[in-house]
């Protein structure tokens, strides 16, 4: 279930070797993706937000990360198909991606 690819460390060096392609990607903290995401144009720009704290301070909690250069049009189709797989497996979506109702 988890996106193919080496798992690399969430640390700003390696963030800023990420491609600066559309793609899909996965943060993890102690082995447990906590966030599954997507970028239409920059994984690299994406991951960059997250471990800045934009994006909050859950996915910037990450200690890896994975990710996958794919379309941007089939970024969006390969993350809704990630979620869905995570959630039937865990009853759940990862934590960095619940949203309060």
Do not use: W
């Not at 471990?51 to 994975?66: I, M, P, Q, V, W």
Request: a positive charge.
């Amino acid at each position: 279930m988890p996106i193919a690819g080496y798992s690399h460390a969430f640390t700003k060096e390696n963030v800023d070797l990420a491609p600066a392609s559309p793609g899909v990607y996965e943060l993890v903290q102690k082995e447990a993706v906590i966030y599954i995401g997507k970028s239409g144009t920059s994984i690299r720009s994406r991951l960059q937000r997250h471990l800045n704290g934009d994006e909050g301070s859950c996915t910037k909690a990450a200690d890896h990360y994975r990710r996958e250069v794919t379309t941007a049009a089939r970024a969006d189709t390969y993350e809704a198909e990630l979620l869905a797989k995570y959630r039937a497996a865990n009853g759940k979506l990862p934590r960095c991606n619940e949203r309060l109702p």
